[in-house]
């Protein structure tokens, strides 16, 4: 086979793998049962709701949901996250360091206003507002 043909079949090889690993789901995200509107700050139903890291930053933050809510924040960037409650959070929680593509879920059952911020990237922060 020549280099070229190689390299655009092995291409193709790392898309179709990619997707099928999305499809057969690698990482323990679970899409949410509605679609999740962008930029959203309204109250979710319950649920699940998911926050996505993208270009260094979590969209959307603040979120506000109900206790008892999953919020699944996914990792869309090429550089790898880990999340941390900040100090004083009514509960704490951290991730794993999350690659490209992996997801991090955490259910808030207590009210109150969570801050927290990436401890790679310690100037990436967010905000989850968890009401009755
Ligand atoms: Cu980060």
Redesign the pocket.
């Known amino acids: 086979m020549p280099k070229h043909s190689r390299r655009v079949f092995c291409s193709a090889c790392i898309a179709l793998l990619v997707l099928a690993c999305l499809a057969a789901g690698c990482s323990s995200y679970q899409a949410p049962a509605a679609p999740v509107a962008t930029g959203a700050t309204a109250a979710s139903t319950g649920g699940a709701d998911s926050v996505t890291i993208k270009n260094?930053a979590f969209d959307p933050s603040p979120i506000t949901v109900k206790t008892g809510t999953a919020v699944i924040w996914i990792n869309q960037d090429s550089?790898?996250?880990?999340i941390v409650s900040d100090t004083g959070s009514p509960t704490a929680f951290s991730s794993d360091s999350l690659s490209t593509g992996t997801s991090y879920k955490f259910t808030f059952t207590r009210t109150g206003t969570y801050t927290y911020y990436?401890s790679?990237?310690p100037s990436?922060k967010g905000t989850v507002i968890v009401l009755s």
């Open positions: 260094f550089a790898p996250h880990i990436c790679i990237h990436m």
